[in-house]
């Protein structure tokens, strides 16, 4: 569909960003096929029905920064307690799991995220996170600091979580230079329509203070969690963990609420076409 006057046809990503439809469909789809059907009707839905106001690379920065604000207002709290949650000895162990798995899987995250897309890559990132969560819980209920095997458990969980934080954050990293990059070629092709000289402003400084923002946010609720109930009881529980859970599972299901960025234009722009 055209606009009245003159072509609004938007370019696409250069090369080495493009993510056309049909690119998506393979990239992002296919992989998606082995997950449950909640998973193929949401990336049905949001291909055909997406809003214009939806479908810009703003909104999908504060979508992204939704994703690790729901992750992290658990996370940073199940991190900075973790010495009163599990016992001193158990905290350093879970800790130790957790950066060293994490370094050693950023050496080959890249490849994950070339396989499975980032927004999938970013899914199974955040269940990594679930799983010191469920760890926990079971730590509560069944085990304790004498029990060997829940100790076990909280140290491979946070094995785990290690290994998905690597995708998650190098997913991160990819899809928000993809998202200025794509916010970058609609600007300047808007100044072309409008017969404006002189080069247009990078929008990755932007977006990314965006992302950082909404992020952060996350500090202000697991600090807030944290002052009423550590405050009271400073221990872990199963009901604190099961809120931890919940949290991490809104994150999870976040993630598919992304939209690649070829789909994505200007919010002035409701009739371009997207290639």
């Known amino acids: 569909m055209r606009s009245r006057g003159r072509s609004s046809r938007v370019p696409p990503l250069p090369v080495h960003h493009q993510t056309s439809t049909s690119t998506y ?7 998606s096929r082995d997950l449950k059907t909640m998973f193929a009707i949401i990336d049905n839905l949001l291909v055909a029905h997406a809003p214009p106001w939806y479908r810009t690379p703003k909104m999908q920065t504060v979508t992204l920064g939704i994703v690790f604000f729901w992750v992290f207002a658990a996370y940073t709290t ?8 599990y016992g001193s000895d158990l905290a350093a162990d879970c800790v130790s799991a957790v950066y060293l798995a994490f370094t050693l899987t950023c050496l080959v995250s890249p490849g994950v995220i070339n396989k499975w897309g980032c927004r999938l890559s970013m899914f199974w990132g955040v269940l990594g996170y679930a799983s010191l969560v469920l760890a926990s819980l079971l730590y509560f209920l069944y085990g304790g600091e004498d029990v060997v ?30 998202l200025a ?25 932007k977006l990314m203070g965006l992302f950082w923002a909404i992020f952060q946010c996350s500090s202000l609720v697991g600090g807030s969690i944290s002052f009423i109930y550590y405050n ?8 604190l963990y099961s809120v931890f859970l919940s949290f991490i599972i809104m994150g999870a299901v976040s993630t598919q609420l992304l939209l690649p960025p070829s789909m994505l234009q200007n919010p002035n722009k409701k009739d371009d076409v997207l290639d």
Request: hydrophobic share 35%.
């Open 232 to 239: 009271q009881k400073p221990e872990g529980s199963t009901a």
């Open 78 to 85: 199940i991190q900075f307690y973790s010495a009163s949650t």
């Open 25 to 31: 469909n393979e990239k992002e789809r296919k992989p």
């Open 149 to 178: 095997w829940a100790r076990r458990l909280v140290v491979l969980a946070g094995a785990v979580l290690g290994c998905g934080a690597s995708t998650l954050w190098t997913a991160q990293g990819r899809l928000i230079l993809q």
């Open 181 to 205: 990059s794509r916010a970058d070629e609609l600007d300047a092709f808007d100044h072309i329509q409008n017969g404006e000289k002189g080069k247009s402003n990078s929008h990755t400084g």
